[in-house]
């Protein structure tokens, strides 16, 4: 069975920053995407950003071009977002995915889910 553990989310004022963890366990799988969603409340669930494993090219949703920052670190099996200048709006439930299908980064298709962290953004 793959797991995926998230890590790092919290308490953050405007304008602070905040690095999420996802780390990969259990059944090893050939993994090809990697990404990060997120749910507001009363929102659907929306893919913010994306991460070829093995090539490390990225795809960033509009509204967190220049502030989010998707990255791997293939000895921890591990990829990470590292989210600045966060705003109200990006307060959320982040999810972390995984994927051995390879497909667009912009597919919101995932076949693994990590159970989700909370980013709290204060005004």
């Known amino acids: 069975q793959v797991q995926l553990i998230e890590s790092g989310g919290g308490l953050v004022q405007a304008g602070g920053s905040l690095r999420l963890s996802c780390a990969a366990s259990?059944?090893?799988?050939?993994?090809?995407?990697m990404g990060w969603f997120r749910q507001a409340p009363g929102k659907e669930r929306e893919l913010v950003a994306a991460?070829?494993?093995?090539?490390?090219?990225?795809y960033y949703a509009d509204p967190v071009k220049e502030r989010f920052t998707i990255s791997r670190e293939y000895a921890k099996d591990t990829v990470y977002l590292q989210m600045n200048s966060l705003n109200s709006e990006d307060t959320a439930v982040y999810y972390c995915?995984?994927?051995?299908?390879?497909?667009?980064?912009?597919?919101?298709?995932?076949?693994?889910w990590g159970q989700g962290t909370q980013v709290t953004v204060s005004t």
């Open positions: 991460i070829n494993w093995s090539g490390g090219s990225a």
């Open positions: 259990g059944r090893t799988f050939t993994k090809k995407r």
């Open positions: 995915a995984a994927s051995s299908i390879p497909r667009s980064l912009e597919n919101p298709e995932y076949a693994y």
